[in-house]
């Protein structure tokens, strides 16, 4: 099929397209990467009256650092983050996550802010995000603000943007070295919508115990999901039985959907297993100093 009839826009600055944004109304959509856009409006699932077209907006697509923060503008391609060497240096997990969305095509277009403004809960990157404490520059009309990944991700497909704001960057603070992480996921086949994933990180005080953990969950539920009781057991503990425990933790704290790809039963119980690996290799690479 063929998308309806739409007016095309190309602003080269954010300010153009914010305003722009603003004109257009609620008939107006933004157009990123367009890797599930597109699709949509090729259906007719969505028919925006104005397309505006982000790809030359100049100055949101850089990947730099500051002295406490990796800042990666929104239009950043996932191959991009995947492979830069800031990314892989400071936040494995993100380029670790990256790797995993669809196929090489789709990671040369894909874009980072339109992966999070899409919000769909089984998404690798606000999983990703949630669990390594992001927060997201808006702009709008009324100028900037920052929102955390925790209160930016409301339900499904639904986040803390306004319809007259744009998602311009996205902030990480710099992890605390020997922090270990972990990534893993669960699609029928490589490329496929993960049926489940799961984000976690570990720090270990020089006793071995567990200082500081943090562990989220994509297609838990309507939302990516911080596991806070699981994190919380693992504080101040340590070996494979606090790890199995707060596995189980996560699995339960989890409401996945039950759909033609997966009931949700089994895909609790995935969250266990994936939770109990991902927090393994963590622990590992603490211990490492990886």
Known sequence: MKPARFEYLAPTSVEEAVSLLVEGGEDAKLLAGGQSLVPLMNLRLAQPSVLID???VEGISSITESEDAVVIGSMARHRAVAESEVVRRFLPLLAESAGHIGYPAIRARGTIGGSIAHADPVSEFPCACLCLHAEFVLTGPAGTRQVRAEDFFVS????ALSPDEILTEVRFPK??????WGFLELA???GDFALAAVAATVALSPDGTCSEASIAVAGGGDRPLRMVEAETMLKGNQGDDVIARAATAAATSSNPPSDIHSSGDFRRQMIEVLTRRVLTAAWG?????E
């Open 156 to 159: 499904y497909l639904t986040t």
């Open 188 to 190: 029928r086949k490589t």
């Open 175 to 180: 992890p605390s070295p020997g922090l270990g």
């Open 54 to 56: 982000l790809n030359k």
């Open 285 to 289: 690479n603490a211990r490492r100093g």
